[in-house]
């Protein structure tokens, strides 16, 4: 099947830039998304690209795409306590066949240290 | 609150127990997921309703029976479980398959 991998923890210090890094297997893919998730939540859209666009950016958070390498970023500017949780990669495509399905990563556990 | 209502938040059940869990939206979505989320390994999706039909199975237990009466509602009725089926149930939905979705905070599933 179609397959979504990111690193499972990233740290940094609060005040710096964060990068979590995505690559994805499926060639059909439209759209691509991050989410975030907070301890005892469900997961949140924060942002998402078409994947005819390479870049996007929505205030703090900068969304790159290297389709050609499959592979999503997301850059969170000035890091803050509050950006601590886990964010997972997904991607739109049709891994069975049948549905348009996302397929998510395992997720990035960032922690931001004071 | 998100728009996708989950309840209950939190359930303990026996593995000889029959329980439900229940999702709710109002964001006038036609498409309705059940995701499994266990600690350190990816979403599982296990169901898919698209305009009230069921679309994916993805090789899921029968003890584990989803039921969709309508666009706004879906139900995951649970029986005889094991406590492997313990994890967070993560319901969620979209205008569309496949488009971003907008999900429930989960209930927490804890199997006896």
């Known amino acids: 099947g179609e397959d979504v991998e990111q690193s499972l923890f990233l740290s940094v210090r609060e005040g710096d830039s964060s990068v979590i890094n995505c690559t994805y297997t499926?060639?059909?893919?439209?759209?691509l998304y991050w989410y975030k998730q907070e301890p005892g939540a469900g997961l949140q859209l924060l942002t998402y690209i078409f994947s005819n666009m390479d870049m996007k950016q929505d205030q703090r958070l900068t969304v790159l795409l290297n389709k050609k390498d499959k592979h999503l970023s997301l850059r969170i500017a000035d890091t803050q306590t509050g950006d601590s949780a886990i964010y997972f990669c997904?991607?739109?495509?049709?891994?069975?066949?049948?549905?348009?399905?996302?397929?998510f990563g395992s997720g990035t556990q960032l922690t931001v240290l004071p | 609150e998100t728009g996708v209502t989950q309840t209950p938040r939190h359930l303990v059940m026996g593995m000889t127990n029959k329980k439900s869990l229940k999702c709710e939206q109002h964001?006038?979505?036609?498409?309705m997921y059940w995701y499994k989320q266990s600690a350190k390994k990816p979403l599982e999706l296990m169901f898919v309703y698209s305009l009230e039909e069921r679309v994916e199975n993805n090789s899921v237990p029968s003890r584990f029976s989803p039921e969709c009466p309508n666009s706004s509602h879906l139900f995951l009725h649970l029986h005889t479980l094991q406590p492997e089926d313990s994890a967070l149930y993560l319901c969620a939905s979209s205008q569309g398959t496949g488009y971003g979705y907008t999900f429930g905070s989960g209930t927490r599933l804890t199997v006896v």
């Open positions: 997904a991607e739109a495509g049709f891994p069975s066949g049948s549905a348009r399905q996302l397929t």
């Open positions: 964001l006038g979505h036609n498409a």
């Open positions: 499926d060639s059909s893919s439209t759209y």
